[in-house]
């Protein structure tokens, strides 16, 4: 029996990265609150969708959250030669009713109510140790994840040593030209003004 075809909407919007675009879809795509995201084509094999996107050559890394596919491609081609044909893809594929993701990466996560090595749901920042460690989670969550999903990423908390925060960026915010001006002059002093012990917001090394 052929899956039923569902009428699917997907549009391109450019993001602060000039080497990632986000593909907006006009329906969900993944659990609510979670995300993935695939750095190669080996990390996909558990991701049909985000597999069959790195059959093009360009195509660096995917990362998927709510409604949304952010793409970064590598230079070997401009946007302005590949956007249709992606966007064209994807929508396809979801009109099928396909798998977007088979599973979940796993890791240990912050969860609403507890603090445990699952499947990523609601966030997906490392469990905190220390009354510290939540509220920078807080700060993140409450101030700082909507602003860079609107622009196809995800900074994540990963460590707070000697008032040092380690964060992760994802989808658009890897690599982009704009991120160390958005964690010093932004989420830095955020952080020192509503958490006393920071006193430095840098990014994990991928």
């Not at 409450?142 to 908390?157: C, H, K, N, S, W």
């Not at 002093?189 to 430095?200: F, I, S, W």
Request: charged share 20%; glycine share 4%; net charge negative.
């Amino acid at each position: 029996m052929e899956k039923k075809i569902i009428p699917v909407v997907v549009y391109a919007e450019s993001t602060p990265n000039p080497a990632s675009m986000k593909f907006v879809a006009n329906h969900m795509l993944i659990a609510e609150g979670a995300t993935a995201q695939y750095l190669s084509a080996t990390e996909s094999l558990k991701a049909p969708l985000p597999a069959k996107l790195f059959q093009f050559p360009f195509v660096k890394g995917v990362f998927i959250s709510a409604n949304y596919i952010t793409v970064t491609k590598s230079d070997i081609v401009s946007w302005d030669d590949i956007t249709l044909e992606l966007r064209e893809l994807l929508r396809d594929y979801l009109s099928k009713g396909l798998p977007v993701i088979n599973e979940l990466p796993t890791k240990e996560v912050a969860t609403d109510s507890s603090f445990q090595t699952t499947t990523s749901v609601f966030t997906e920042h490392a469990a905190p140790q220390t009354d510290a460690e939540t509220k920078i989670i807080e700060v993140l969550e409450q101030y700082v994840r909507p602003a860079v999903e609107q622009d196809g990423g995800l900074i994540t908390f990963e460590s707070f040593v000697d008032g040092i925060v380690t964060v992760q960026l994802k989808g658009s915010c890897s690599g982009c030209p704009s991120s160390t001006i958005t964690l010093k002059a932004g989420i830095e002093a955020l952080l020192k003004r509503m958490v006393p012990d920071v006193k430095e917001v840098v990014a994990m090394a991928l």
